[in-house]
């Protein structure tokens, strides 16, 4: 029951989150905007479509959207939705869990190098230093979550309630909270950190490495990237809520119901905000690696 949940939420719920975030953007502006389940029609087109794919590519260029689904739809199956274990469970996962995230960035890279254009190359240049800076963050918060639960499992750091650990490490868990939530930002391609609508091409980041999908591959990248917002939201969200019903489809349908509030808070940061300075994002992510790296500091002893 509790895995048949959770591969439904990790079907369904990627692409409502993605269409609650245009919505609430449309809403700021004062438009309609597209519909809720645009994602999934988008999906499903660009499914139906023929691929033009460049006679200087190779295997690599084919391989890359096709890894990163896959790496993500694994590393989904490590994180709990709720107070659920995951399907997969066992100690020392959440270093898999990194690295196959990582795993799918590297793919999605030499895919995008594979096609020989200096425009992919000046994107990559970028998606990988941003990223570099971003993973210490996220360790140094996957350690707080490890000092306080005693344990290297996804499941057992996340997946019980953090109402205990709030009254005692409250100072560690805001630091990492804001830590996370600024890395949510920058490892999705959200604003400030980049426009995923934008066609600038001095501005464009992740939008460039995905240039010359097209098709059924453009399709697999954009799910996966919905999975990977999910994977995000969901560390934010276990961190703060304190619901614990007892019952699977209960703590599920909360889960669900928190993360569409924490997609609907992104579309208004994306609303409010102005994309940073390209000089600025590097500065913003070494912020969140020192919030997380106080965020030990901070750890009763």
């Known amino acids: 029951m509790e895995t048949a949940i959770h591969l439904l939420t990790v079907l ?20 309609v905007g597209p519909p809720l389940l645009q ?7 660009l499914a139906q479509k023929d691929s033009v794919i460049s006679e200087t590519t190779g295997w690599v260029f084919r ?49 995008s190098l594979d ?8 994107g ?29 499992s996804l499941s057992e750091m996340l997946g019980e309630s953090f109402g205990p650990q709030w009254q005692t490490s409250s100072a560690s868990l805001v630091l990492v ?8 930002l920058a490892e999705n391609s959200r604003i400030p950190f980049d426009d995923p609508n934008t066609h600038l091409e001095l501005t464009m980041i992740h939008e460039v490495i995905v240039l010359d999908h097209s098709g059924p591959a453009l399709a697999m990248i954009l799910y996966g990237a919905s999975v990977k917002l999910l994977l995000f939201c969901s560390l934010i969200v276990q961190m703060l809520s304190p619901f614990d019903s007892g ?11 928190e993360t569409l509030v924490l997609a609907a808070f992104i579309g208004v940061i994306e609303s409010t905000m102005a994309r940073l300075r390209m000089p600025d994002v590097p500065r913003l992510l070494v912020t969140a690696c020192v919030l997380s790296a106080f965020g ?5 002893h």
């Open 63 to 111: 391989a890359g959207p096709v890894v990163g689904l896959a790496t993500v739809l694994l590393a989904s199956l490590l994180a709990p939705f709720g107070r659920e274990s995951a399907p997969v469970s066992f100690s020392g996962d959440v270093f898999l869990f990194v690295y196959l995230l990582a795993l799918g960035r590297f793919f999605m890279a030499i895919a």
């Open 247 to 257: 019952y699977a489809l209960v703590d599920a349908g909360v889960f669900v119901v």
């Open 177 to 184: 909270l804001v830590s996370w939530f600024i890395i949510l």
């Open 12 to 31: 369904l719920l990627p692409l409502v989150l993605r269409g609650v975030i245009n919505k609430t953007k449309a809403a700021f502006a004062g438009r």
């Open 115 to 122: 096609t020989g254009s200096a425009f992919e190359g000046m």
């Open 124 to 152: 990559v240049t970028r998606e990988l230093t941003f990223s570099a800076l971003a993973e210490p963050a996220l360790f140094f918060g996957f350690l707080v979550m490890a000092s306080l639960s005693r344990s290297l």
């Open 39 to 45: 994602p999934f029609y988008d999906v499903i087109r």
């Open 296 to 300: 030990i500091i901070l750890l009763p």
